[in-house]
Nanobody
Framework: QVQLVESGGGLVQPGGSLRLSCAAS????????MSWYRQAPGKERELVAT???????NYKDSVKGRFTISRDNYKNTVYLQMNSLKPEDTAVYYC?????????????WGQGIQVTVSS
Protein backbone atom coordinates (compact mmCIF):
# COMPACT_ATOMS: atom_id res chain seq x y z
CA GLN A 1 0.00 0.00 0.00
CA VAL A 2 1.52 3.27 -1.15
CA GLN A 3 1.57 6.00 1.46
CA LEU A 4 2.97 9.52 1.39
CA VAL A 5 2.47 11.21 4.73
CA GLU A 6 3.26 14.90 5.00
CA SER A 7 4.05 16.89 8.12
CA GLY A 8 5.53 20.20 9.16
CA GLY A 9 3.07 22.68 7.71
CA GLY A 10 1.35 25.48 9.51
CA LEU A 11 1.26 29.23 9.95
CA VAL A 12 4.39 31.34 9.69
CA GLN A 13 5.14 35.04 9.39
CA PRO A 14 6.61 36.54 6.21
CA GLY A 15 10.35 36.01 6.23
CA GLY A 16 10.04 32.94 8.39
CA SER A 17 10.88 29.31 7.72
CA LEU A 18 9.19 25.94 7.67
CA ARG A 19 10.43 22.45 6.97
CA LEU A 20 8.03 20.02 5.34
CA SER A 21 8.58 16.28 5.58
CA CYS A 22 7.07 13.45 3.57
CA ALA A 23 7.41 9.88 4.81
CA ALA A 24 7.02 7.36 2.00
CA SER A 25 6.23 3.66 1.97
CA UNK A 26 4.87 0.96 -0.31
CA UNK A 27 7.18 1.53 -3.29
CA UNK A 28 10.90 1.66 -4.10
CA UNK A 29 11.69 5.10 -2.74
CA UNK A 30 15.32 5.13 -3.88
CA UNK A 31 14.32 4.54 -7.50
CA UNK A 32 11.66 7.24 -7.53
CA UNK A 33 11.86 10.93 -8.31
CA MET A 34 10.28 12.91 -5.49
CA SER A 35 8.59 16.27 -5.88
CA TRP A 36 6.76 18.94 -3.99
CA TYR A 37 3.78 20.61 -5.64
CA ARG A 38 1.55 23.33 -4.33
CA GLN A 39 -1.91 24.65 -5.06
CA ALA A 40 -3.20 28.04 -3.99
CA PRO A 41 -6.93 28.79 -3.85
CA GLY A 42 -8.37 29.24 -7.34
CA LYS A 43 -5.11 28.28 -9.05
CA GLU A 44 -3.75 25.20 -10.75
CA ARG A 45 -1.40 22.86 -8.97
CA GLU A 46 2.20 23.76 -9.77
CA LEU A 47 5.51 21.98 -9.45
CA VAL A 48 7.75 23.54 -6.81
CA ALA A 49 10.78 21.25 -6.66
CA THR A 50 11.98 17.82 -7.73
CA UNK A 51 14.81 15.61 -6.55
CA UNK A 52 15.96 12.48 -8.35
CA UNK A 53 16.99 9.26 -6.67
CA UNK A 54 20.65 10.29 -6.74
CA UNK A 55 20.11 13.86 -5.63
CA UNK A 56 19.73 15.99 -8.74
CA UNK A 57 17.36 18.91 -8.14
CA ASN A 58 15.16 21.34 -10.03
CA TYR A 59 13.16 24.27 -8.69
CA LYS A 60 10.44 26.61 -9.77
CA ASP A 61 12.11 29.95 -10.53
CA SER A 62 10.22 31.85 -7.84
CA VAL A 63 11.54 29.62 -5.05
CA LYS A 64 15.17 29.33 -6.16
CA GLY A 65 17.52 30.43 -3.42
CA ARG A 66 14.78 30.17 -0.79
CA PHE A 67 13.66 26.53 -0.88
CA THR A 68 15.78 23.40 -0.69
CA ILE A 69 14.55 19.91 -1.47
CA SER A 70 16.44 16.97 -0.02
CA ARG A 71 15.95 13.28 0.65
CA ASP A 72 17.08 10.56 2.99
CA ASN A 73 16.89 7.22 1.21
CA TYR A 74 17.50 5.31 4.44
CA LYS A 75 14.50 6.95 6.09
CA ASN A 76 12.39 6.98 2.91
CA THR A 77 11.71 10.65 3.54
CA VAL A 78 11.81 13.75 1.37
CA TYR A 79 12.03 17.27 2.80
CA LEU A 80 11.34 20.79 1.69
CA GLN A 81 13.16 23.47 3.65
CA MET A 82 11.40 26.77 3.03
CA ASN A 83 13.15 29.99 4.03
CA SER A 84 12.32 33.66 3.50
CA LEU A 85 8.68 32.76 3.08
CA LYS A 86 6.35 35.16 1.33
CA PRO A 87 2.56 35.47 1.43
CA GLU A 88 2.43 34.20 -2.15
CA ASP A 89 3.88 30.91 -0.92
CA THR A 90 0.60 30.24 0.85
CA ALA A 91 -0.86 27.03 -0.57
CA VAL A 92 -1.59 23.41 0.07
CA TYR A 93 1.68 21.56 -0.49
CA TYR A 94 1.66 18.04 -1.89
CA CYS A 95 4.35 15.40 -1.85
CA UNK A 96 4.52 13.32 -5.02
CA UNK A 97 6.48 10.27 -6.16
CA UNK A 98 7.28 9.13 -9.70
CA UNK A 99 8.70 5.60 -9.75
CA UNK A 100 11.36 5.28 -12.44
CA UNK A 101 11.33 1.49 -12.56
CA UNK A 102 7.88 0.98 -14.07
CA UNK A 103 7.05 0.99 -17.78
CA UNK A 104 3.79 2.85 -17.30
CA UNK A 105 4.10 6.44 -16.07
CA UNK A 106 2.89 6.53 -12.50
CA UNK A 107 2.52 9.22 -9.89
CA UNK A 108 1.62 8.86 -6.23
CA TRP A 109 0.25 11.77 -4.23
CA GLY A 110 0.23 12.70 -0.60
CA GLN A 111 -2.84 14.15 1.04
CA GLY A 112 -1.55 17.71 1.05
CA ILE A 113 -0.61 19.99 3.92
CA GLN A 114 -1.46 23.64 4.46
CA VAL A 115 1.23 26.31 4.53
CA THR A 116 0.03 29.80 5.39
CA VAL A 117 2.37 32.80 5.33
CA SER A 118 0.73 35.75 7.01
CA SER A 119 1.36 38.43 9.59
Amino acid sequence: QVQLVESGGGLVQPGGSLRLSCAASGFIFGRSDMSWYRQAPGKERELVATITGIGGTNYKDSVKGRFTISRDNYKNTVYLQMNSLKPEDTAVYYCAARPQYVARPTIYWGQGIQVTVSS
